[in-house]
């Protein structure tokens, strides 16, 4: 099954040697973002802007994918403090809707460019 690349403006450029999501049959892998302002490549100032960025830019991405946050399968959220669990869980409330994807959560000590949180998805479109 051959590989397609999806890509959009509206989302941050890859910043490394990856691709903002990869097609393969109908699952596309969106790779992780952060708070990132795409126009600006300016990171969001605190953890409730860069909550809204991450998924407002996994919403960009999904949507040049022919999709949406609504085929999302698979969510995993990297947090610096899991303190900050609940504004995603706020978030994630106001960007899905039932059913809700698989999700993971997992504690790290540090994300890209001094992220809070970063995210990253897995969609089935079909």
Not at 18 to 28: E, F, L, P, W
Not at 49 to 66: C, I, S
Not at 117 to 126: C, K, N, R, T
């Amino acid at each position: 099954m051959p590989k397609a690349v999806i890509s959009t403006p509206h989302a941050p450029s890859a910043i490394g040697t990856y691709s903002q999501a990869v097609r393969c049959g109908d699952t596309i892998y969106l790779s992780g973002q952060i708070g990132l302002d795409p126009a600006t490549m300016q990171l969001a100032e605190g953890i409730d802007a860069q909550v809204q960025r991450v998924f407002d830019n996994l919403k960009a991405v999904a949507a040049a994918a022919g999709g949406s946050l609504d085929d999302a399968a698979k969510l995993t959220i990297y947090l610096t403090d899991l303190g900050h669990f609940a504004k995603v869980n706020a978030a994630m409330a106001v960007y899905f809707t039932q059913p809700y994807p698989a999700r993971a959560a997992i504690g790290v000590a540090s994300l890209p460019r001094g992220a809070l949180v970063e995210a990253d998805a897995v969609l089935v479109i079909g």
